[in-house]
């Protein structure tokens, strides 16, 4: 036995019926044998209801495949500019940023870039310090 899912082209309807082969299937088919259950029409195919659905659904994981893709490699322009443009200073961040700010050191193009705790940051900002935080990838989380 095997299942189909049926569609009527008439009234868009579907169904499942069973046959006993795939031949059976287009043997009923061509001797009009099939119809639809709600309008009686011959106008009746089997579905490709179900693959569209996987289809569907590996399409939005494909989108949002693509919008991460995007984003990160947006990210690593952005980090490749930092890097380019910025002073790495590790984790001197918070001291390299004050010094800047104190100091008024212009030496420094760009600015810097580091790491900085979360506390760290609130106290620069307290004291008045603009800092940025983006979100970082590291060329191993590929
Ligand atoms: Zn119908």
Redesign the pocket.
Same mark, same amino acid.
């Given at each position: 036995m095997i299942k189909y899912n049926l569609v *009527?082209k =008439? *009234?868009n =309807?579907f169904f499942d019926s069973w046959f006993s082969s795939s031949k059976e299937y287009e043997k009923l088919k061509k001797l009009k044998h099939i119809n *639809?259950y #709600? *309008? #009686?029409?011959l106008e009746v195919e089997k579905s490709l209801m179900s693959p569209n659905i996987i289809n569907s659904k590996n399409k939005k994981l494909q989108e949002k495949n693509k919008q991460f893709d995007y984003v990160k490699k947006t990210l690593k322009e952005y980090q490749k500019f930092i890097k380019d443009n910025f002073k790495y200073v590790g984790k001197n961040f918070a001291y390299e940023a004050r010094s800047i700010h104190y100091k008024n050191k212009k030496k420094i193009k760009g600015g810097i870039y580091g790491n900085a705790s979360r506390e760290e940051l609130k106290e620069l900002r307290e004291e008045g310090i603009e800092t940025e935080t983006i979100p970082w990838i590291n060329e191993k989380d590929n």
């Open positions: *009527c =008439k *009234c =309807k *639809c #709600n *309008c #009686n029409s």
